[in-house]
């Protein structure tokens, strides 16, 4: 199965749990680090999220997962806040995000496969990435993983966050 395809399904089983508990599912990974396979899970909410919500959703999904057993690897389960370098995986966070830079990889097959570009208006399932003085319409399907580029102004003027960038004098 295609990390794709995996995600797609492991999201499709965990999202009504995530969203009983007030969260919003922001995106489903899987990887592996130097300990073995890792499905890492990142859910926020307005305001922001804490130990306690990560804490409730990894008691809540974990029991999910292991009923249906979508994976048939070992792995470890990581649930956390999406962090200044959010994810971005669904046609509604890419419309959401627009005008914001953004690092894509798009699966395999398709030629230039990583860039940096702009979220641009979205067509059906199409995304427009302004990527330099192009224009490039890309499939949702068709990206493997993509993650917003902010500065610490920008992610505390989209999150609500009290950010403050280098150099920022804190002595009054």
């Given at each position: ?24 599912l ?29 804490t409730?959703?990894?008691w ?13 690897a ?99």
């Amino acid at each position: 199965m295609s990390s794709h395809s995996l995600r797609t399904k492991v999201r499709a089983l965990i999202e009504p749990v995530v969203a009983r508990l007030g969260l919003d599912l922001v995106a489903v990974e899987w990887t592996a680090d130097g300990r073995g396979q890792v499905l890492r899970v990142s859910v926020d909410k307005p305001g922001g999220i804490g130990i306690d919500e990560c804490t409730a959703a990894t008691w809540r999904i974990g029991p999910v997962l292991d009923e249906a057993d979508p994976i048939a690897a070992a792995y470890r389960l990581e649930v956390s806040s999406p962090g200044i370098e959010r994810p971005v995986e669904r046609l509604s966070d890419f419309q959401r995000f627009l005008g914001l830079k953004v690092k894509v990889r798009l699966v395999e097959g398709i030629d230039r496969r990583r860039f940096s570009g702009v979220i641009g208006p979205t067509e059906g399932d199409v995304v427009h990435f302004q990527v330099g003085d192009e224009v490039r319409p890309v499939s949702v399907e068709d990206v493997e993983r993509a993650h917003l580029v902010l500065t610490l102004e920008e992610y505390g003027s989209l999150f609500g966050s009290d950010v403050r960038s280098e150099g920022t004098d804190d002595h009054e």
